[in-house]
């Protein structure tokens, strides 16, 4: 009910004049509600909980975000660097924003005393045997896994041009949806098969296909014309680290992908099969978080690397 504030003798039927000098209140009549904009592009419109997620995700400093992918092993197995997920990923999480994983690596490996937030794989692909990657994939983990995991987001892998286009964009579409019904936002990742150019025209397609069907967030890989690829793309594109390339090349492959428009990374390889991952992972932070050059990053990486 109402304070009784400055209510008089009989006002209220009940209750008899406060005792002590009325209280005068401000309603700020004057002041215009405060509405600030959302950092995240594409996220305006979202409710609070998804906000919530997709803040945890992207600093709101920056707007970027340093993703740690080991989920390698759901078709690689035992990746080089990642043969020992409980020696690899706990000691890089202090210097990433975001671990990437499955449900099983995470869980079976990663301490839960780790405070870093969690974007889970929740589906399965063919495993690097097969010729066709795409063949077969379904969903491995759903929405109440995800939440049992404590999942801030979620990762579904999309194979536009190969013969599973289709269920694949099935499977994001199923993923999005049971985010949406719980808050939980949805990265699409575009995947590239052998055969396919990794070129302007096909991330162009790609990258606007999963932000259209529904993802949150598209993970993809730099390319010629970037800059036209994430202006295209509604909601914020995070780079993958793809194959391992030698530290200065990984930095400034970072450093334009951020310059043209990325809100991240998501890299792998080119941190934990670096010559001294800790140092690679805060190089990486320097460049997307701080706007520090590629050459600025790798001269820290030289300097923090232990010899």
């Known amino acids: 009910m109402p304070d009784a504030d400055g209510i008089t003798p009989g006002q209220d039927g009940t209750k008899p004049a406060p005792s002590g000098p009325a ?29 919530n997620r997709l803040a945890r995700m992207f600093r709101p400093d920056s707007g970027n975000t340093v993703m740690l992918a080991f989920d390698h092993g759901y078709i690689m197995g035992p990746t080089t660097g990642l043969e020992r997920l409980d020696l690899v990923i706990p000691p890089l999480a202090p210097y990433v924003d975001v671990l990437m994983g499955t449900r099983g690596g995470l869980r079976g490996c990663v301490p839960p005393t780790v405070q870093n937030p969690v974007c889970l794989r929740v589906g399965y692909d063919a495993s690097v045997l097969f010729d066709d990657m795409s063949d077969g994939g379904g969903l491995a983990c759903d929405i ?7 999942a801030i987001c979620l990762a579904a892998q999309t194979f536009i041009g190969a013969p599973g286009e289709k269920n694949s964009l099935g499977l994001l579409a199923q993923v999005v949806d049971a985010g949406a019904k719980y808050g939980v936002p949805t990265m699409g990742v575009v995947a590239v098969g052998k055969q ?44 993958a680290g793809g194959k391992k390339l030698p530290e200065a090349e990984a930095l400034t492959m970072a450093y334009r992908a951020i310059a043209e428009g990325a809100h991240g990374v998501d890299m792998g390889r080119n941190i934990f099969q670096a010559a001294d991952p800790p140092a690679m992972a805060q190089a990486v932070s320097r460049v997307v978080h701080l706007g520090e050059s590629d050459s600025q990053a790798y001269e820290y990486y030289l300097d923090t690397k232990q010899r």
């Open 23 to 51: 209280q005068t209140k401000d309603y700020h009549l004057g002041v215009a509600p405060q509405d600030a904009g959302f950092p995240v592009k594409g996220a305006a419109h979202l409710e609070w909980g998804m906000k």
């Open 144 to 150: 109440a896994g995800a939440l049992r995991m404590n």
């Open 196 to 239: 396919m150019a990794r070129t302007e025209q096909f991330f162009l397609l790609a990258t606007r296909i999963l932000a259209e069907n529904g993802a949150n967030v598209v993970k993809s890989y730099y390319c010629d014309g970037f800059e036209h690829v994430t202006a295209a793309c509604p909601v914020p594109i995070v780079i």
